[in-house]
């Protein structure tokens, strides 16, 4: 199975390493490495049947070339066929080009025309010469998903090697197939990689054709299969059980301040039942910023305890990691029990007393930052691991949090709602639970977009609004990560403190505090604590309050050149007001003019204030790498299929994995490899 050398049999070491890059290994990897689009050039437009925007090949003489200067230095090439003339655009072109294209040389050209300033043209369309009579390609052209330093020429040429050398035999049984009225798996192969002329284009596109809908069954299959596996494997592990004894957890219920709302309940009822379970919970718990997840999360801390078992929760900031230890320690004090406290800026000492009582049990509850998967710390018997703002957390440091028990019971929290489909198509095995209601009397924020140089009139409105006895943060801009010195996080620094220090001389009457990523651990505290309690009116913030800071007395944001923010992120930093019984509002300052793109995702952030749309937008509008952070998000186990639209398939494909798991293990096995050999370390989490 170690199929990765295969790839040396058709491309250079150089290559293999572009092509392993954009995740393909292994020669199944080439053959499932489907086109994006074709391009038809299997037939010849006139140039007077040219239509703007629908791209076509032309067979046409030069007429004469030149480099023109301006608007800029460009090589501009005027050719002619029996119908018509038509400008070639070139902004960056090799001195040869000009050679090359000498009057009455033949070529065929590919590109999309539009309208130019002095008739139509084509901006850097490709173009060979070719002899009179030559002839047209017989299928259309693919055109693949590529890498920087990876020609489209060079992709097909692996590809097309990787088609011959392949072992594209069915690993569907035939019985099966039929039944599903599937087509045949290598024709379907070949034919999305060199579709023929007769074939509607239209059908390749939308991914309508039988040829894509096998390829689609094909890829939910393999999904399927692995997470049954995943699943089996799971159940099979040995965890201890934890059933609800409700010894705690009906104490706290009864102590708290408020009733659980029924998504609450609903969310704490799962959890509790997998608890109860004799193998590994692995279970995520989605909630719109300010859902109530906190407190669904100590209720399964303490049903951890109830049975004599530790709990733990990490967090992955030391704000929010200490807001949670203090929420905690009010809620649990009252039944008796204490919180173990970690984090970096802990003193030695006092660490390795920490460490000692979670190490023999004397604590039965831990909290911290990434302090708590040291070295230095264990558990006498931990029975479960909670990850809040999970996506924070790379694969390796949630695996090591969980190899601080043996097979503890797994919660995963998020705040950057993932769409429950995003999510199926990322992790091979895990259960969701959604509150899908904020708790009740919350107010949504007002969202105002205003320009930068509307800036005193916001100032003014902060003058106000503390004098009212409220409180307020200013964001600070975010700043981009520059080259690998962190040059970005000094500059997000200075930013802050410009920004701090012009808001000081603009608001002499205000108590204006400041928290960023490098103060030190007991001045940041200091900080957040003068804010808590009130005695900080504006908290000047970068980025680090995006999570979790929980102060219902601040009801006015301002998010400082918004335009730079992701939409998630935006939605998060917009959830820390609203809290109280004030009415809220949430300033997005941008710096005009705004681009299009800008514009279009201020827009839905200020119109939207459900969490999982804003996050169904980003991921549209950014893709799933960037959406989920680069860390975890690795390769999707689905590139073709689409949960929701092949609905249809996806049900289909889940009752076959069943029956080829049962009747033809060995076929189930071989489609799994073949989707995912190269993937497998994915499957693993
Ligand atoms: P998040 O899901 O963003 O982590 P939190 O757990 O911090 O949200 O909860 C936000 C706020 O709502 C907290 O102040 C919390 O005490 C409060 N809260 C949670 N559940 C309820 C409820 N059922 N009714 C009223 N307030 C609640
Ligand atoms: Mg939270």
Known sequence: MSAAPALTTLATPATAAKLARIGLRTLDDLALHLPLRYEDETRLTAIADLRPGVP??????????SVQYRPRRQLVARVRDASGELALRFLNFYGSQLKQLAPGVCLRIFGEPRGGFLGDEMVHPRYRLVGAGETLAQAMTPVYPATAGLSQLALRKCIGLALEQADLSETLPEPLRKQLKLAPFADSVRLLHHPTPDIALADLVDRAHPAWRRIKFDELLAQQISLRRAHEARRAKTAPPLPARGALTKK?????????????????????????QPYPMQRLLQGDVGSGKTIVAALAMLQAVENGYQATLMAPTEILAEQHWRKLSQWLAPLGLEIGWFSGSLKKREK??????????????????HALIEETVDFHCLGLAIIDEQHRFGVRQRLTLREKGANP?????SATP??????MSYYADLDVSVIDALPPGRKPVLTKLVAEARRDEVIARIRDACAQGR?????????????????GQKLQLQAATDTFERLRAALPELNIGLVHGRLKADEKARVMDGFVAGD??????????????DVPNASLMVIECAERFGLSQLHQLRGRVGRGADDSVCILLYAAPLGEAARARLKIIYESADGFEIAREDLRLRGPGEFLGSRQSG?????FADLEADADLLDAARETAERMLRAFPDAAERHVARWLGSRRELLKV
Do not use: K, N
């Not at 076509?56 to 070339?65: F, L």
């Not at 019971?409 to 929290?413: A, E, K, R």
């Open 352 to 369: 390795a007393a920490m460490a000692e009582a979670v190490a023999c049990g004397r604590l039965p509850l831990a909290i911290g930052t």
């Open 252 to 276: 706290l219920l009864a102590a708290l301040p408020f009733q659980l709302t029924a998504a609450q309940r609903r969310v704490w009822g799962e959890i509790g039942r997998d608890l109860g």
């Open 471 to 487: 409180q307020a943060y200013w964001v600070c801009p975010l700043i981009e990560e520059t080259g690998a010195g962190g040059g």
């Open 536 to 549: 900080i009116q504006l908290l000047v913030a970068t980025t680090v309050i995006e999570v979790g800071v």
């Open 635 to 639: 390769v999707p186990l689905l590139r």
């Open 409 to 413: 019971h797994q919660l995963m929290m």
């Open 56 to 65: 076509a090949q032309i067979e046409a003489r030069v007429v004469e070339a």
């Open 418 to 423: 993932i769409p429950r489909t995003l999510a």
